[in-house]
């Protein structure tokens, strides 16, 4: 037994020593397992069985002073629901454990569920089931989540080409500068970035833009962006076998952020890259795609996707500027890693 811990093998050791405890291949009913957004499973019909959990953790994830519980119920889903849209598929059931102090008032509970519905009502998503038990310290809200899709529409983090060009479904960086607004709060001159706000607190899951590409057969890789593009763009890297190059003036930033970053000394491309929570889509596809991209995404999402770089054949994220071309590293925040 090592006698290492946790914090000296961090977040992506643990995901390992979990997935090197499993068995050596997945049984014929299961298509996708670990590395991918959802657990892809056989069924007796046409479509595959879509499989997604997400876990919230008070003090980790969220807080009074950045999430109201009204907040927490709808983002807690629509998380879940943009693992859905990374493969192109439909939500369909959910089941919400809640783990909850026992001195927390019922107006928290009332609230969550409130912002859990409307989330749930403009998806078409059933509440199925779940757990409650008692929390000795802070909330703890896990959901899992189910969907749905044909196989022929669904697409994964592992089919990204040599040459591709890498695109994202909106702006960058947001949810991270909304958080820096609201432990900022206190300065009067940071006040006027609603959006920014409601990317952290209210994100909109990419789901239809999600299933439009998925269908258009013109993605050959996928994934929502979490834990910020450089960190997930490298796992669409390491489960296809590429590299990648991103253009950092082709990065996709608001107006309200980049207003917020002079006004605060910080670096909106960090912000970007690697700030996460944006719940955007990226995904890739052949250069000679690029005009049905847009008018796809246009017509999808009212404006078209970003086109940020290029798949690789040299290891490793890749960040290109004006002055010149660095190798990217994933920061962002890592579990387990102190």
Same mark, same amino acid.
């Given at each position: 037994? =090592?006698?290492?811990?946790?914090?000296?093998?961090?977040?992506?050791?643990?995901?390992?020593?979990?997935?090197?405890?499993?068995?050596?291949?997945? *049984?014929?009913?299961?298509?996708?397992?670990?590395?991918?957004?959802?657990?892809?499973?056989?069924?007796?019909?046409?479509?595959?069985?879509?499989?997604?959990?997400?876990?919230?953790?008070?003090?980790?994830?969220?807080?009074?002073?950045?999430?109201?519980?009204?907040?927490?119920?709808?983002?807690?889903?629509?998380?879940?629901?943009?693992?859905?849209?990374?493969?192109?598929?439909?939500?369909?059931?959910?089941?919400?454990?809640?783990?909850?102090?026992?001195?927390?008032?019922?107006?928290?509970?009332?609230?969550?569920?409130?912002?859990?519905?409307?989330?749930?009502?403009?998806?078409?998503?059933?509440?199925?089931?779940?757990?409650?038990?008692?929390?000795?310290?802070?909330?703890?809200?896990?959901?899992?989540?189910?969907?749905?899709?044909?196989?022929?529409?669904?697409?994964?983090?592992?089919?990204?080409?040599?040459?591709?060009?890498?695109?994202?479904?909106? *702006?960058?960086?947001?949810?991270?500068?909304?958080?820096?607004?609201?432990?900022?709060?206190?300065?009067?001159?940071?006040?006027?970035?609603?959006?920014?706000?409601?990317?952290?607190?209210?994100?909109?899951?990419?789901?239809?833009?999600?299933?439009?590409?998925?269908?258009?057969?013109?993605?050959?890789?996928?994934?929502?962006? =979490?834990?910020?593009?450089?960190?997930?763009?490298?796992?669409?890297?390491?489960? =296809?076998?590429?590299?990648?190059?991103?253009?950092?003036?082709?990065?996709?930033?608001?107006?309200?952020?980049?207003?917020?970053?002079?006004?605060?000394?910080?670096?909106?491309?960090?912000?970007?890259?690697?700030?996460?929570?944006?719940?955007?889509?990226?995904?890739?596809?052949?250069?000679?795609?690029?005009?049905?991209?847009?008018?796809?995404?246009?017509?999808?999402?009212?404006?078209?996707?970003?086109?940020?770089?290029?798949?690789?054949?040299?290891?490793?994220?890749?960040?290109?500027?004006?002055?010149?071309?660095?190798?990217?590293?994933?920061?962002?925040?890592?579990?387990?890693?102190?």
């Amino acid at each position: 037994m =090592s006698s290492k811990t946790l914090n000296d093998i961090g977040e992506d050791g643990v995901i390992q020593l979990i997935h090197g405890k499993g068995l050596a291949s997945l *049984p014929p009913r299961v298509r996708k397992g670990i590395g991918e957004d959802c657990a892809v499973l056989e069924t007796d019909g046409d479509s595959l069985l879509l499989v997604t959990m997400d876990t919230l953790v008070e003090g980790i994830h969220f807080t009074a002073e950045t999430l109201s519980p009204e907040a927490l119920g709808w983002k807690a889903l629509a998380v879940n629901i943009s693992d859905i849209a990374a493969v192109g598929g439909t939500p369909h059931t959910a089941f919400l454990s809640m783990g909850i102090k026992p001195e927390t008032e019922v107006s928290f509970v009332e609230s969550f569920m409130a912002g859990f519905e409307a989330m749930a009502a403009k998806t078409d998503i059933v509440l199925a089931g779940g757990d409650t038990v008692e929390s000795p310290s802070g909330a703890v809200i896990t959901i899992t989540l189910l969907g749905s899709g044909l196989p022929e529409h669904l697409v994964y983090r592992s089919g990204a080409k040599i040459g591709d060009d890498i695109w994202v479904t909106g *702006p960058l960086g947001n949810a991270a500068a909304g958080l820096f607004v609201l432990l900022n709060k206190n300065a009067s001159e940071l006040a006027g970035y609603e959006s920014l706000i409601a990317a952290l607190q209210r994100p909109i899951p990419r789901l239809e833009i999600g299933k439009a590409l998925g269908q258009s057969g013109l993605v050959h890789a996928m994934i929502d962006i =979490s834990d910020g593009i450089a960190k997930d763009l490298r796992h669409v890297c390491q489960e =296809s076998g590429t590299g990648a190059l991103l253009q950092a003036a082709s990065l996709p930033l608001s107006g309200q952020l980049e207003r917020l970053a002079s006004l605060a000394h910080k670096d909106s491309t960090e912000w970007a890259l690697h700030g996460g929570e944006d719940y955007e889509l990226l995904f890739t596809t052949s250069s000679a795609n690029e005009q049905k991209i847009v008018s796809l995404t246009t017509k999808v999402l009212g404006n078209p996707a970003a086109k940020i770089g290029t798949i690789v054949q040299e290891d490793g994220i890749w960040l290109e500027t004006q002055e010149r071309k660095q190798p990217l590293k994933p920061g962002g925040y890592t579990h387990f890693s102190r």
